[in-house]
């Protein structure tokens, strides 16, 4: 099949370790080129929800994951490259540090030939900035190192003392202070979400002004980008309409399942559990995950609604993901012992828990056809529904079971639609 080829500037931001504020960096580097009239779009490595919202708002574009195991390296290759055909500049978050994982943010580099721009934690080093640096730039030879930027620097004496002991084949790209209220809050799956914060455009363009000041701010060298040019999907969802529980309460949701759901025809329309919300018109419901912990009380209050989800469970197709099992479950209690009477529909009940249950990329067999995931999660349900399957995580180890009750799929994994387009169409269909 031919390949189509794309140029356009494209930039790995990459780190030693989690927690070095690439996020902030990113959001900062695609808020500052925005401003400027360009068109940004940010990818985030992993299975990662909650960064790529943040990227989003920064951007004004939709972000989406990349993984070379969950989506599939000629997916990947193909939404990148399909980016480059509009983009002035394509960012790639990179994920935990630099060369960790099966699929590292310099995996990511070396296949799509994109160079790594490093962000270094530099709030308790000097020189030593220097020497991670010059492991990060020579530890693989496949991958090409575009820069180094120094994170919460102490002042401008501090940056320059950075920049100069650095090796003079590494480019200093520039530096963001600490203690400058950038710095993102965070809860038990990572960041807070963007839209729970009301002052977000603000920090944005407060970061976007402190890198024009501090930052070598330019567009780097186009790079090539190609894929093979993919066949359409068949519209085995032609008029079906799928209602999807979209708010703070069910919002981990990727972009790239929404696409591949329209692509197959389907018809989708987004209803607010969290804001009293009735359950629309539909032929199948989708229940994603996010923080149903945390809004309890107000799923509890929409009797309404839970009753036309247990009535939709009788004879129509649902597939509930993590948080949308939990809501659909007898109860679901808090890591205070808070419980609240949710949906009944599964003969289940789910506790939060004070550390993480289960972590990890993972597939399941649904007879011979295969689906792949993610699963991040800290509550432990106890069910008596059937088991269909046992997903196996990517290190070869099983994971939590897949449930099911008539036509509803329940599971704590976040699928990955594209990986197998014609599966998914056949759990909203209810042909399992």
Not at 375 to 386: C, D, N, R
Request: aromatic share 8%; proline share 5%; with cysteine.
């Amino acid at each position: 099949m031919p390949k189509q080829q794309h140029l356009c500037p494209a930039l790995v931001v990459a780190a030693p370790s989690s927690g070095s504020g690439k996020t902030t960096v990113v959001a900062a580097i695609a808020r500052y080129f925005t401003n400027l009239g360009k068109t940004v779009r940010v990818f985030k490595t992993g299975p990662d929800f909650i960064d790529p919202n943040f990227l989003a708002f920064a951007s004004g574009q939709p972000v989406y994951q990349l993984d070379f195991w969950m989506c599939g390296e000629a997916h990947c290759k193909a939404l990148v490259a399909e980016a480059a055909q509009q983009a002035d500049l394509i960012l790639i978050e990179g994920v935990m540090g630099m060369f960790d994982g099966q699929c590292s943010s310099a995996d990511i580099a070396a296949v799509l030939g994109i160079p790594v721009l490093a962000v270094i934690d530099a709030a308790a080093m000097a020189q030593t900035f220097a020497a991670i640096a010059f492991g990060l730039s020579h530890y693989r030879q496949d991958v090409a190192m575009y820069g180094v930027f120094a994170n919460r620097v102490g002042s401008a004496g501090h940056a320059q003392m950075l920049k100069d002991a650095l090796a003079d084949s590494l480019t200093f790209c520039g530096y963001l202070q600490k203690n400058s209220g950038l710095t993102l809050p965070e809860r038990h799956l990572g960041l807070v979400q963007a839209e729970e914060l009301a002052d977000l455009d603000q920090r944005l363009d407060l970061a976007a002004a402190m890198l024009a000041e501090t930052a070598k701010l330019k567009l780097p060298p186009p790079v090539a980008l190609q894929a093979p040019q993919a066949e359409p999907l068949p519209l085995l969802l032609v008029n079906c309409t799928i209602a999807i529980a979209r708010d703070k309460a069910f919002s981990f949701i990727y972009q790239a399942n929404l696409d591949v759901l329209q692509q197959l025809g389907a018809h989708l329309v987004f209803f607010s559990p969290i804001a009293g919300d009735e359950l629309p018109l539909c032929d199948a419901l989708y229940l994603p995950g996010g923080y149903p912990e945390l809004h309890l009380q107000a799923l509890q209050a929409n009797q309404v609604l839970m009753q036309q989800i247990r009535l939709h469970a009788q004879s129509k197709p649902i597939l509930a993901e993590c948080g949308g099992m939990l809501y659909l479950n007898r109860s679901l209690s808090d890591v205070d012992g808070v419980s609240a009477e949710l949906c009944g529909v599964l003969d289940a009940t789910a506790q939060m828990q004070d550390r993480l249950c289960a972590l990890g990329l993972v597939e399941a067999d649904f007879s011979g056809q295969k689906l792949r995931g993610h699963s991040f999660h800290y509550s432990k349900t106890q069910s008596q529904q059937w088991v269909l399957c046992t997903p196996i995580a990517q290190s070869g180890r099983e994971m939590d079971p897949v449930w099911q009750q008539e036509k509803l799929i329940a599971s704590y994994i976040h699928w990955y639609f594209p990986y197998n387009p014609q599966l998914v169409a056949s759990i909203f269909k209810g042909e399992l």
